[in-house]
Nanobody, 119 residues
Framework: QVQLVESGGGLVQAGGSLRLSCAASGSIFGINFMNWYRQAPGKQRELVAVIANSGSTNYVDSVKGRFTISRDNAKNTVYLQMNSLKPEDTAVYYC?????????????WGQGTQVTVSS
């Protein structure tokens, strides 16, 4: 089992920046993917950023060039640096660990942290 604890959300003006942190209970080195999702009111939960065990990353088009996902394996922590924030980025952001094995796939979730961007 994996426990994830998020921090870093808050209220910021449009154009500002926030850095979200996701601390895992154990090593993240063997986790296939660490992800950030977000969910705005009335919308489906959306995959925002992915980082694979290899270090490869990917982003939803709407945040490319503005958000950066990274990991620090020594600290068992994943980050989401969010720059040039827009009001449409307002959502609850969730950290997710996605594990793949021959027997099963598993997902673990953080508690979510609110990001509010004012115009």
């Amino acid at each position: 089992q994996v426990q994830l604890v998020e921090s870093g959300g808050g209220l910021v003006q449009a154009g500002g920046s926030l850095r979200l942190s996701c601390a895992a209970s154990g090593s993240i080195f063997g986790i296939n993917f660490m992800n950030w999702y977000r969910q705005a009111p009335g919308k489906q939960r959306e995959l925002v950023a992915v980082i694979a065990n290899s270090g490869s990353t990917n982003y939803v088009d709407s945040v490319k060039g503005r958000f950066t996902i990274s990991r620090d394996n020594a600290k068992n922590t994943v980050y989401l640096q969010m720059n040039s924030l827009k009001p449409e980025d307002t959502a609850v952001y969730y950290c997710n660990a996605h594990l793949i094995s021959p027997l099963r796939t598993s997902d673990y979730w953080g508690q979510g942290t609110q990001v509010t961007v004012s115009s």
